[in-house]
């Protein structure tokens, strides 16, 4: 199930960045990205970290065996709710299996939300980028170093307007999206 990995388009992120999820959000990746986000299944960031790694390699930008993982932040009480950032748990288990590879790979986490971003279930493409709009903020500590390619890591991408807001930030701290790698493909 996670061995594949898909280019998908979505909205607002083309021309950014290619986006490449490992699956289709439905069935039984659905039920274990819901079970490690939301049912408290941390148990799981390994596998799921793991995942993400075996497709690191095959994406543009990642040629020279060196890899800057950016996790898409999550809001501090949604985090605080969830026992802790689940995406830069899952990006410091890329990055650990990417270096049992022999991968010079780290995590940047490089990116915070504004407190009033919205919760962004039931909202729509437009609705997700007005709500993300100037507020995907660079972290002073975290960032890879200015002219750096990153890999943005998510759990799922629907509309494409969290990847755009998290690539434009990044490129106004000097950083490059390679790629977007994402879990899983809504829609």
Do not use: F
Not at 56 to 77: E, F, I, M, N, R
Not at 98 to 126: I, N, S, T
Not at 161 to 177: K, P
Request: hydrophobic share 45%.
């Amino acid at each position: 199930m996670w061995d594949s990995l898909t280019e998908v388009a979505r909205g607002p992120t083309t021309g950014l960045a290619p986006v490449y999820a490992l699956a289709a959000y439905r069935g039984v990746a659905r039920r274990l990205v819901l079970a490690y986000k939301e049912r408290g299944r941390r148990d799981l960031a390994p596998a799921l970290g793991a995942a993400l790694a075996r497709a690191v390699p095959s994406l543009p930008g990642t040629s020279d065996g060196a890899a800057w993982l950016v996790p898409v932040p999550s809001k501090a009480s949604v985090s605080r709710m969830r026992g802790g950032a689940h995406m830069g748990r899952l990006a410091r288990w890329c990055a650990r299996e990417l270096g049992e590879r022999g991968w010079r790979a780290a995590v940047a986490p490089a990116l915070r939300l504004d407190p009033r971003v919205r919760d962004a279930v039931g909202l729509g493409g437009r609705e997700r980028a007005a709500n993300l709009a100037g507020k995907v903020r660079l972290r002073e500590r975290g960032q890879a170093p200015p002219g750096s390619g990153v890999i943005l890591l998510d759990d799922v991408i629907t509309s494409g307007a969290t990847a755009a807001a998290c690539v434009r930030a990044l490129a106004l701290g000097g950083m490059h999206v390679a790629a977007v790698l994402t879990l899983t493909a809504a829609g």
